[in-house]
């Protein structure tokens, strides 16, 4: 479908929404789920085992699925050498290199529980490192993980191989190991360029270096270089996170993401460190965001959607504008709606219509391999109204869109009988000017791609049935 004449749709944002004015966004300023993931993890329960994940990897193993559908990998590598008081992942801090070894011991434990299951020689067209800090990792131990997950998968050569990068932890020469053993695309850690922001967060680096790691990274030949800053820190100002966006544009990444920092302190410890008294306020985060927004816009990146930017030549843009943008456990991706088996500790899998989470500590990860089990701890078996609403919802997060014939055809449902109580409510995000509804569908306008997981939300049957959104980060 398009848009009537007159209203912006999410695909103009470049044009539409340049300019963003701080107020446009507030009506966006609550907490919701990025929705990465559908359901949530926080749906995930223990009745779910690692039996349960056994056997869908078996099916998986004896239909067609296998033959079809290449895989897609994520490894968690948790450790990091010094703890950031922002970071809510699941991390083990640690300056003690030798408990890599042992780690990467237990990942080709669980290789081989998950390939006994799965079958060896699964075809893998993406494989993310993620953490923590996978450049915690010596060189020798990259190699060493990279030949292992060539022994039990068939890692495409030219497939989708990215990591996540503390800028702290590399200099050029390691970044050329990264692509010799076949690494992609980079996601660089800066967060911020403002010593005063940086030191309130436990995270000294040198901005230069950060910086240079973008030449460096461009001059190897990567295929694309994305930046994740954050605002909402400790000591930030518009004007000081304007400064670190420019210095980030001279040097065009392929990608910024633009997180926005949740003080969720009864959650996490390490941010019980930070002061309250220095966290900027709403209006102050508004402006942030705005600000960054519309310098992005003005300097030629495309808004993918949840405040994820890329240049118009990225394979993200590109995949959105053919339609085959997708979003999965590690965000947006140019892959199909594949099968993710996650190795390591807290990891996350979808297999088929299941997902199933890792021991969240060390401890009870390498229990469970040493007694031989797969190491899940929970997990979901999806029903079928969970995949027609994971479908819409990830329809709206990549595309901006829902056609209803599409739905229909896809679920053998009517639209608008199924989703009557969904229709009505978007109303009120029709009145704001995030959406516009017709017959044929939902149409996210330029506004409403910076609100893409309010409108989503509405889909969603758990957070509806509880309204419990509290332990969901803001939007903004």
């Known amino acids: 479908m398009s848009a009537p004449a007159g209203r912006a749709q999410w695909s103009d944002t470049t044009s539409a929404m340049n300019p963003v004015a701080t107020e446009l966004l507030a009506p966006q300023d609550m907490a919701a789920p990025r929705y990465t993931c ?64 042992g780690y990467l011991r237990w990942l080709e434990r669980e290789v081989e529980l998950t390939t006994r299951q799965l079958g060896t020689g699964q075809a893998v067209a993406q ?76 995270r000294p680096q040198l901005a230069g270096k950060a910086l240079g790691l973008i030449d460096s990274a461009r001059s190897i030949g990567f295929d694309a270089v994305t930046v994740d800053l954050m605002y909402g820190l400790p000591r930030q100002t518009p004007e000081s996170f304007a400064r670190t966006l420019e210095r980030i544009k001279l040097l065009r990444p392929d990608g910024v993401a633009l997180y926005g920092y949740a003080h969720q302190p009864d959650r996490f410890r390490s941010q019980r460190r930070l002061l309250s008294s220095e966290l900027p306020g709403d209006a102050s985060r508004r402006e942030m965001l705005a600000q960054s927004t519309s310098a992005l816009l003005e300097a030629g990146y495309v808004h993918l959607g949840a405040s994820q930017f890329a240049l118009p030549a990225d394979a993200l843009v590109v995949a959105r504008r053919q339609g085959r943008l997708h979003r999965g456990l590690q965000g947006y991706s140019t892959h199909p709606d594949c099968d993710l088996v996650g190795l390591g500790v807290s990891a996350i899998s979808r297999v088929g219509a299941a997902y199933a989470q890792n021991a969240l500590t060390l401890a009870e990860y390498a229990d469970a391999l040493e007694h031989g089990r797969l190491p899940v701890v929970r997990g979901l078996a999806l029903t079928r109204d969970d995949l027609v609403r994971r479908a819409v919802i990830m329809a709206l997060m990549c595309q901006g869109q829902v056609v209803f014939e599409s739905v229909e055809l896809a679920w053998l449902i009517d639209f608008q009988s199924y989703f009557a109580r969904e229709l009505e409510q978007l109303r009120r995000h029709q009145a704001q000017g995030l959406v516009f509804v017709d017959g044929a569908g939902i149409q996210v306008t330029a506004r409403g791609g910076f609100a893409l997981p309010e409108v989503a939300m509405e889909f969603d049957r758990y957070l509806q049935a509880d309204r419990n959104r509290a332990k969901f980060s803001r939007i903004i």
């Open 38 to 101: 559908y359901p949530m993890a926080e749906r995930f329960v223990e009745a779910f085992s690692a039996q349960d994940y056994g056997q869908a990897l078996a099916q998986r193993h004896s239909g067609p699925a296998a033959l079809a559908q290449p895989l897609s990998l994520y490894v968690h590598i948790p450790f990091c050498e010094s703890l950031c008081y922002f970071c809510s992942c699941n991390k083990v801090i640690t300056r003690r290199h030798l408990r890599a070894s």
């Open 127 to 202: 494989l993310h490192l993620g953490g923590g800090t996978p450049t915690f990792l010596a060189d020798d131990e990259l190699r060493q993980l990279l030949a292992m997950l060539g022994r039990s998968f068939a890692l495409a050569p030219a497939g989708d191989r990215s990591i996540e990068v503390d800028p702290r932890t590399v200099d050029a020469g390691r970044l050329q190991l990264l692509a010799d053993i076949g690494f992609r695309r980079l996601s660089l850690g800066v967060q911020d360029l403002d010593e005063q922001v940086l030191k309130a967060v436990h």
